[in-house]
């Protein structure tokens, strides 16, 4: 599938963390000690702003 041009209006994305809409989501699943790959669990996607903010808790950060 070819990717969508920039006139082209964008679907709105959920976040599953705020529930707040977005063009963008992030899921991050693999890094150094952190394998979301192989694990079962619910896959959750984040906006920028909470996917920023779960990324520097995950990094002890915050």
Known sequence: ??????D????????????GSSSHVR???LD?????LH????????CPDCSRDKEARRQGGA
Request: glycine share 6%; charged share 30%.
């Open 8 to 19: 082209e209006p964008q679907e709105e994305l959920r976040c599953d963390f705020c529930g």
């Open 39 to 46: 694990r079962p669990h619910q896959e959750q996607y984040a």
């Open 27 to 29: 899921r991050i699943a």
């Open 32 to 36: 150094d000690g952190y394998d979301r």
């Open 1 to 6: 599938m070819a990717p969508a041009s920039p």
